[in-house]
């Protein structure tokens, strides 16, 4: 009697911990991709690139960043979070704009850009310059400008959270961003 009852009880926490196991395993998955309508919006560029997005992703971000040849690219897009590569001529910038829901973040991989920011667009009164490996905090609410001041590229990556940008998006140049609406 025993021998069964103590089998039976090993059998059964087994059981419940292979139960226990699929279930967590189940959970862990990563969502699927949900299909997005086709829409044709005269403001998003033909431009498309993979976007590894949704997906586990590895990279050497430096590398990558200061590889990019594009002014904008969407390069991961996830449901809560997005991570775009960006390249700035001399010159060229992000222009002033507010996020009124999301932070930004931006990592000055390569260049120098002065960074403007303020809580109204009238008032820009935090003005720092930046440089190689330093890091930018946006929060939400502020308005923000980022001009590289270099005679060279700005290499940079930004993330925001959530996504400000269609998955996979390139804008080439920053003349393709003329009239872009995020």
Known sequence: MKKSVF????????FCAALIAFMFLSACQP??????AEVED???????TEDMGRQPWVLDIKKETIENPHYREAKWTGDYLQMVF??????DGID???????DQFIRIEQ?????????TRESLL???????????FIPAGYWHEVRNTGENELKLYTIYAPAEHPSGIIHE???DTEGYEH
């Open 173 to 175: 140049t920053y003349e």
């Open 42 to 48: 005269p403001m998003i560029p033909e431009v498309i």
């Open 96 to 102: 002033l704009e507010v996020h009124e829901n999301h």
């Open 7 to 14: 089998f039976i009880r090993f059998s059964l926490m087994h």
């Open 126 to 136: 935090f003005d720092q310059m930046v440089y190689d490996d330093w890091a930018v």
């Open 111 to 119: 260049g120098e850009a002065r960074v403007l920011m303020g809580e």
């Open 86 to 91: 960006m390249s700035l001529n001399p010159m």
């Open 31 to 36: 969502p699927t991709p949900t299909e997005e």
